[in-house]
């Protein structure tokens, strides 16, 4: 996280890029296409430099990384490291606008599919949440804790972690000590009953819009 902020958050004089409608660049791209969502969301006017719209283009995905990368630790590691090969793109702007739009379009199409796309088995398909414990279980710290190295067994684990929450996770349990001592509890068994994995788990678990 403190490499996020250090890299990725900047005291920019707010500026109205990104701001129209009720839509983001990010959700623009997706839904349009790259040259659309410009032309609609970054230089309606047709004044900007290609500079200035490769910098829209980054700041709004690095804002999209910096706001989500708390559900998905690892995942949005490997994309802030995309998004430091655009950088690096942009600055040879004037002969690869086309390469710098076409990467940054493959970035952002790469970060919405993140939940059902991938290298993860598919027995994970339909279940977000379990997808993300899958990406994180094998990198959160533990004292005694060994993830499975064998990736069907990684994926049941995953499974049976997304079922404790889902059926003894009690309502309203984010931010009530009480609850969230209920939720710790349910998950330490999981984790071998390892009390430094079991937190770095709930720490993930508990940005996951899925355990209301």
Not at 40 to 51: F, I, R, V, Y
Not at 72 to 95: C, G, H, Q, V, W
Request: contains cysteine; aromatic residues 6%; charged residues 25%.
């Amino acid at each position: 996280m403190r490499h996020l902020v250090n890299t990725y958050i900047q005291a920019d004089l707010a500026d109205p890029l990104g701001s129209v409608d009720k839509y983001s660049l990010v959700e623009l791209i997706i839904d349009t296409g790259i040259h659309d969502a410009i032309a609609k969301k970054l230089n309606e006017k047709g004044k900007l430099s290609n500079n200035a719209v490769a910098e829209g283009i980054i700041n709004n995905v690095r804002k999209t990384i910096v706001r989500e990368q708390l559900t998905d630790p690892r995942f949005y590691a490997e994309m802030s490291m995309l998004l430091d090969d655009l950088i690096e793109l942009k600055r040879n702007i004037t002969e690869s606008y086309e390469d710098f739009l076409q990467q940054a379009e493959a970035l952002v199409r790469r970060m919405a599919g993140k939940a059902t796309k991938g290298t993860h088995p598919t027995v994970l398909n339909g279940h977000p949440e379990a997808v993300r414990l899958f990406n994180n279980l094998a990198s959160i710290p533990t004292d005694t804790f060994q993830c499975p190295t064998d990736e069907a067994m990684k994926a049941n684990l995953a499974l049976d972690i997304d079922r404790a929450m889902r059926e003894k996770a009690p309502a309203g349990w984010k931010g009530d000590d009480t609850r969230e001592k209920q939720v710790l509890n349910a998950l330490f068994p999981l984790m071998n009953r390892d009390r430094k994995a079991t937190v770095a788990l709930f720490e993930i678990i508990k940005n996951q819009s899925g355990y209301a």
